[in-house]
């Protein structure tokens, strides 16, 4: 039985094209950047939360990875596999169609690096302009809960 605390995951969120899902990456991305004691390690981030982006960050000791490109043609796999041979990433934030490559994308690499995925999909809402408010709030919940599974594995050690 693998070791709880040294269990590595992938939390993937998942839905349909132009839903929010790199928006809601991105606030991730704003708020690890905006703890000045993290360590960016590599970054693609830029001022537009529309724009696909690669985060490496360094949290407390363990390595996040947040990946926001939803595209078969750029190949999630070997981007993730570049990233978590380099930096031996701990967690890794990424999204995901609800079918086809970039979802086989994740499970190929969740199964040959023995991450566990938690899979989740940003809130369906259904009036355009309120999209930043709850892509900010999935965003939070996300990293919230990270965090406070971060430090209930801590209390195991």
Not at 19 to 34: E, P, R, V
Not at 49 to 75: A, H, M, R, W, Y
Request: charged share 20%; proline share 1%; aromatic share 12%.
């Amino acid at each position: 039985m693998k070791n709880i605390v040294n269990m590595k995951y992938i939390i993937a969120l998942y839905n349909n094209t132009d839903n929010g899902k790199t928006q809601t990456l991105w606030h991730i991305a704003k708020l690890l950047i905006s703890d000045n004691s993290n360590t960016i390690k590599f970054s693609t981030l830029s001022e537009n939360p529309q724009l696909d982006f690669s985060l490496v960050i360094e949290v407390d000791g363990e390595i996040i990875l947040i990946e926001s490109t939803v595209d078969s043609s750029k190949n999630n796999y070997t981007k993730m596999r570049k990233f978590n041979l380099e930096y031996n990433v701990n967690y890794v934030f990424c999204a995901t169609h609800t079918s086809g490559q970039t979802l086989l994308d994740v499970n190929r690499f969740a199964n040959e690096y023995g991450f566990k995925t938690i899979w989740t999909s940003n809130y369906q809402i259904d009036e355009d302009n309120n999209y930043d408010f709850f892509n900010k709030l999935k965003a939070k919940h996300l990293l919230q809960s990270m965090m406070r599974y971060r430090l209930s594995k801590a209390k195991l050690c």
